[in-house]
C-alpha cells in the first residue's frame, strides 16, 4: 500500500491526513537523494535537512497518537457511564448504602452521578474539567465525616478477611510420662510374646556339715504373655480446610493424634486390666498385699509426714529386697503440695527455688530417683521402682496413614488420617518379682 492509500484512508483525520502527506514528501525528497547519490552528486546538505523535517513529523505523529488514545479512552469511558446508567434504571435500589449509612450526593442526584463526576473531571473541555473537579470535590468533602470505618461487622467488617494466627494455641494436653521410665522394645514382630520370670524368692544357703546330704532346693519360673493391642484413631478432615488452612489443618490433626496416642500409652501402662488390653503397673500392684504400703501419718508441717518421707519409705521396702529403685510416680497435684510442704520454723522441706520438671520430663530428688509426675497416677498415691525392669512393647510402631479414597470419603470431599499403634504390656512379671512399691495413703 503506497502513501496515497493510506493517506485515502485516514480523510476523516484531517491532522492525520496532513502528518502523513508531509512523510510522503519526505519520502520522495529521499528518492531524489539515492538518485543524486547514484550520479555522484553532493547530498550531505540534503540529507541534513530531510532528518530535521523528519523529526518534527516523529514528534507531530507521536502527539497525535497521544490526543487519539486520550479521544478513545474517552468514548469508553462515555459507554461505560451509559451502560450503568442504563443498569440503574432497571435494577432495585442497591442496599450498599445501609453500611455506614452513605448519604445522598450534593447534587441531590443518586450517588451513581459520582461516574459522571469523574467522567466530566477527564474532559478535554475546560469549563467541563472544572465543573467534574468540583463535583468530586464535593464528593470527597460529603463522605469524609461520614466514613465506613469497619470497626464493626455492620460498617464493614464482614468484608474484611479474617486475620491468620501464625502459630495456632493447641489445647494443653498431658504428655506422656510413664512409658519413658520403662525399657522399650521397638519392631516386635508377631501377636504376643512371653515375658518370663523368676517366681519363687531367694534364700540364703546354708551350711551343711560334712558328709550330710546337701540341701536340695527347687525353684519356679513364671511366665506371663503380653499380646499386642492396637490403639488407633480416625479424624477426617474437609478437603477444602486442608487446602485453605495452607497445611495448619493437617498439622494440627497429626499433633491431635500424637498427643492421644500419649495419653493412651500412659493410660493402659497404669491402668490397663489385662482384658482385652495390656496389664497396667497399678493394677498388678493393687491396693494392698506385699507391694504397698499405707503411709501412716502424712503431714504437711512434720518431716516424717511428708512427701519425701513417703518416697524414702518406699525405697526402703524396695531396696530391701535387693531392688534397685531408679524412679518414683506421683500424681502432679501431690507433687506440687509436697514442694509446699514445710513449717515456718525450718522453712521449706523442698529447695522452693529448685527447679521443678514439667510432665513428662525427670526431676531433681532424694536418693537419685527419676521423678515424674502426672495426672494419670491417682491421687495420695505414688509408686517407686525399678522401672527399667519393665518392658514396654511396640510393634510396628506410631504412624499415620492417609486416604481421601477409602469408604465414603471421595463422596464426601474429605481427607482420612488414620493413626495406628501396636503395643504390648504386662506389669506382673517385674512387680511379682518385687521391683515396685506402692504407697497409699502418701499426702494429707
Known amino acids: 500500500m503506497d502513501n496515497s492509500e493510506r493517506i485515502a484512508q485516514v480523510t476523516e483525520n484531517d491532522e492525520l491526513g496532513r502528518l502523513l502527506g ?6 520522495g525528497k529521499l528518492d531524489e537523494a539515492k538518485t543524486a547519490r547514484a550520479e555522484g552528486k553532493a547530498i550531505a546538505e540534503s540529507v541534513a535537512e530531510l532528518e530535521t ?3 518534527a513529523v516523529k514528534a507531530d505523529i507521536n502527539a497525535w497518537q497521544q490526543a487519539e488514545n486520550e479521544r478513545i479512552a474517552s468514548q469508553r469511558l462515555d459507554s461505560l457511564f451509559e451502560d450503568v446508567q442504563t443498569l440503574m434504571a432497571t435494577r432495585a435500589p442497591s442496599k450498599a448504602a445501609i453500611i455506614g449509612g452513605a448519604a445522598p ?44 470505618l469497619g470497626d464493626t461487622n455492620a460498617a464493614g467488617g464482614f468484608i474484611v478477611p479474617n486475620a491468620v494466627l501464625t502459630t495456632l494455641i493447641e489445647q494443653s494436653t498431658v504428655p506422656r510420662s510413664i512409658v519413658d521410665l520403662f525399657t522399650v522394645i521397638n519392631g516386635v514382630t508377631g501377636n504376643s510374646l512371653q515375658i518370663p520370670f523368676e517366681n519363687s524368692a531367694v534364700t540364703r544357703a546354708t551350711i551343711v556339715a560334712a558328709g ?39 498439622a494440627l490433626v497429626r499433633s491431635r493424634l500424637a498427643r492421644a496416642f500419649g495419653l493412651g500409652e500412659d493410660y493402659y501402662a497404669l491402668n490397663g486390666t489385662g482384658s482385652s488390653q495390656p496389664y497396667g503397673l497399678l493394677t498388678a500392684i493393687g491396693t494392698s498385699g506385699a507391694y504397698v504400703s499405707t503411709f501412716s501419718s502424712p503431714s504437711n508441717t512434720t518431716l516424717a509426714g511428708s512427701l519425701i518421707a513417703a518416697v524414702i519409705t518406699a525405697t526402703g521396702a524396695l531396696e530391701g529386697r535387693g531392688a534397685d ?46 521423678w515424674r509426675h502426672t495426672p494419670t497416677m491417682p491421687t495420695d498415691s505414688l509408686v517407686v521402682g525399678e522401672y527399667r525392669s519393665a518392658l514396654w512393647i511396640r510393634g510396628l510402631g506410631y504412624r499415620v496413614d492417609v486416604s481421601d479414597q477409602a469408604a465414603d470419603r471421595w463422596d464426601q470431599n474429605v481427607t482420612g488420617f488414620r493413626a495406628e499403634e501396636e503395643i504390648a504390656f504386662d506389669a506382673r512379671p517385674p512387680v511379682y518379682a518385687g521391683r515396685f512399691q506402692r504407697i497409699t495413703n502418701a499426702v494429707a
Open 22 to 27: 508531509v512523510a510522503s514528501d519526505i519520502q
Open 53 to 55: 523535517q523528519m523529526a
Open 105 to 148: 450526593s450534593a447534587t441531590g442526584k443518586p450517588n451513581a452521578s459520582f461516574l459522571l463526576a469523574v467522567k466530566m473531571s477527564r474532559s478535554r473541555d475546560y469549563q467541563e474539567q472544572a465543573e467534574g473537579k468540583a463535583l468530586l470535590e464535593a464528593f470527597g468533602s460529603e463522605f469524609a465525616g461520614k466514613a465506613t
Open 212 to 250: 550330710v546330704t546337701k540341701e536340695n532346693q527347687d525353684f519356679i519360673v513364671g511366665a506371663y504373655t503380653a499380646s499386642l493391642y492396637t490403639l488407633a484413631r480416625i479424624l477426617d478432615v474437609g478437603n477444602q480446610l486442608l487446602r485453605q488452612s495452607n497445611g495448619a489443618a493437617e
Open 325 to 370: 529403685a531408679d524412679g518414683v510416680v506421683v500424681n502432679t497435684a501431690d507433687y506440687y503440695l509436697g514442694r509446699l510442704q514445710g513449717t515456718d520454723n525450718a522453712g521449706f522441706w523442698i529447695d522452693p527455688f529448685a527447679p521443678a520438671p514439667d510432665i513428662g520430663q525427670d526431676g531433681p530428688g532424694p536418693l537419685n530417683l527419676r
